[in-house]
């Protein structure tokens, strides 16, 4: 039997027709793509971490708990006594391994659509059966669709980022309410952008049963970490720390989290220069011409003149600067392009090759 005949007799034809989650070759580009942190920490720091990471026991294994994480993580994020933490690595470890429990029960998962796509993508993966839950015109939690849906779908799992990946919104909170007082699935509130919105539903994890709470530290500067969290009632995470894989966060991870936490007034005081960035990043583009999207992350959606989101994107890219094209990627994406809040110089770089860009693009 030749190897593609083996392929074809073990790969799954869901596998096969499907595609690798592809990252965008960034080098020598202003990168605007992906939603980081766009600064770098001070030299005298990154020396003192370098020491403590050479002081690694790279021969053992790591705290299976990632003890060391657990007090400063409590502390810095204000996370009630009543609630426990699991860790991913990633956010995309723990919506795995969310997804993963329900694998041959028949159960389902619901979620935002437009949302962040790696919710479908690891139902696909799992053969657990997806629904989308539909957006309004202002892209906020349609409720008469949502009931529709969720009575259909019986959902086990239903993710709702506050605020949604791609569109940057939050959700009204009436709505979201009615939605958690309605179901029997299990509501996972992804708040990977809590850094730079003032909402915070911790809280919905201690009173709501059926509520728990996903966060990341992608954004606020320690995407290489890949380190998420998932925060609920003990019985929830007693309950899927059985299916966690053991070891999951390496060591070099958990020494640069417990010691970027030793130092959170910087994780707090860049989120906070992000934020005011952003206000700068939205005037300007709208001074440009370009409709922007209210945004309560760190990015912003701007709408293109019709069938020009593609050609900017490219034109963006001989000016060095990568943003992420989401023309084409949903009807309710059209013409858009999503662009990273960055340090002021990108910010300015942007601007620079927009206003060069100009005359081309009819602004």
């Known amino acids: 039997m030749t190897r593609e005949d083996l392929i074809q007799s073990l790969i799954p034809e869901r596998v ?9 070759d960034a080098t020598g580009m202003i990168k605007l793509d992906a ?19 050479a002081h690694s026991a790279l021969n053992r294994y790591p705290d299976p708990q990632a003890n060391g994480v657990r007090g400063p993580l409590r502390a810095w994020m204000n996370i009630p006594d009543e609630l426990e933490m699991l860790f991913g690595n990633g956010s995309d ?5 969310l997804i993963a429990n329900l694998i041959g029960s028949g159960r389902s998962v619901c979620a935002p659509d437009p949302s962040f796509v790696m919710f479908q993508v690891l139902a696909n993966q799992y053969s657990v ?28 799992l239903i993710f709702i980022p506050q605020p949604n990946n791609p569109t940057g919104n939050l959700f009204s909170k009436d709505r979201l309410t009615e939605i958690v007082e309605s179901t029997q699935a299990l509501v996972v509130i992804d708040e990977a952008y809590t850094a730079f919105t003032d909402a915070d539903y911790l809280d919905w994890a201690v009173t709501y049963p059926n509520v728990v709470v996903m966060r990341t530290l992608s954004k606020v500067g ?14 929830w995470i007693s309950q899927f720390e059985k299916t966690r894989l053991p070891y999951n966060i ?19 005081e860049q989120s906070q220069r992000i934020r005011q960035e952003r206000a700068r990043l939205t005037l300007g ?23 020009q989101a593609r050609p900017l994107f490219d034109a963006l890219k001989t000016h060095r600067i990568l943003v992420k094209c989401l023309d084409g ?34 602004r």
Not at 35 to 53: F, G, H, I, K, T
Not at 250 to 268: F, K, R
């Open 285 to 307: 583009l709208s001074e440009r011409g370009f409709e922007v999207w209210p945004s309560e992350a760190n990015f912003v959606v701007m709408s293109c003149s019709e069938n």
């Open 93 to 97: 470890e723990i919506i795995a391994l």
């Open 35 to 53: 939603m980081e942190n766009p600064y770098q920490w001070p030299e005298s720091l990154r020396v003192e971490l370098a020491d403590r990471l």
């Open 250 to 268: 390496n060591v070099l991870s958990q020494t640069a989290v417990q010691y970027a936490l030793e130092h959170a007034s910087i994780l707090n």
């Open 329 to 362: 990627s949903h009807p309710r994406l059209k013409d858009t392009l999503r662009v990273t809040v960055g340090a002021p110089e990108e910010t300015d770089a942007l601007f620079a090759a927009l206003d060069h860009l100009a005359a081309e693009f009819g």
């Open 222 to 235: 320690l995407a290489g970490s890949r380190f998420g969290m998932l925060i609920g009632h003990p019985d």
């Open 16 to 24: 096969r027709q499907s595609g690798a989650y592809q990252v965008p």
């Open 129 to 156: 059966p997806f629904r989308a839950l539909p957006l309004d015109a202002s892209l906020d939690i349609d409720l008469a669709g949502w009931m529709d849906g969720l009575v259909e779908a019986d959902p086990a």
